[in-house]
């Protein structure tokens, strides 16, 4: 793609990086920011910025917050003997929508794969494991996704969890094999986690569920 601007064309290549954003797509955005107002542009930049600066992870839960400490670690109404673990934000964003889900959460950051060379050791599994020592928890609920890679990790953190955690549950399997939480509509995801059941009664890698 030949351009008559190389400061278009840099622009351009940048977001082309983004997933999901091909260089056509990326050609469209750049054009519209070149079209918006100077301090519109100003404040999009601003806000990329900060975001990359000023997040940070929870040092209770691994979750992306602005504080050390997120706002749903530091709700005293949240059930704190009572905490999900899901892959990233995105899954937590999704069980919050259902409004079904009153504990707290744990995000790995992903989900273990040998193929992408991703062990346990690349997650944040030592954080979640520090939490189930302090002891308190009534119940750990495995909340990833229908795939391979997600009933890997959960039946790794179930061994992993044999004789010090309470209850270890896993969500009902209302969503199909292969799917993301992220991808599922709030209802089934909400069901999914008011029907969760014991994991030991749950399927083992490689198979599709009960």
């Known amino acids: 793609m030949a351009l008559s601007s190389a400061l278009l064309e ?46 940070v992870y929870c040092t209770e839960c691994c979750n992306i917050s602005d504080s050390p400490l997120c706002s749903i670690c530091a709700d005293p109404r949240r059930d704190r003997a009572l905490v999900c673990v899901v892959e990233d934000i995105r899954d937590v964003i999704a069980i919050e929508n259902t409004h079904q889900y009153k504990g707290l959460y744990h995000v790995l950051g992903g989900v273990i794969s040998p193929m992408d060379g991703v062990g346990p050791d690349d997650l944040h599994t030592k954080e979640l494991m520090a939490r189930v020592d302090r002891g308190g928890l009534r119940e750990v609920v495995l909340a990833l996704g229908a795939t391979l890679e997600g009933d890997t990790t959960s039946f790794y953190l179930h061994r992993k ?13 209302g969503i199909s094999i292969g799917g993301d939480l992220d991808q599922v509509d709030e209802v089934t995801l909400g069901r ?3 029907e969760r059941k014991p994991y030991q009664h749950a399927a083992e890698p490689g198979t599709a569920g009960e």
Request: zero cysteines; aromatic letters at 4%.
């Open 10 to 55: 840099q622009a351009v290549d940048q977001l082309a990086t983004l997933p999901g954003i091909g260089r056509r797509t990326a050609m469209r955005l750049a054009l519209d920011l070149l079209r918006r107002d100077l301090h519109e542009v100003a404040r999009f930049s601003e806000a990329v910025r900060r975001l990359r600066e000023e997040v």
């Open 161 to 173: 969890f044999s004789g010090k955690a309470g209850a270890v549950t896993m969500i009902a399997r």
């Open 192 to 194: 999914s986690i008011l």
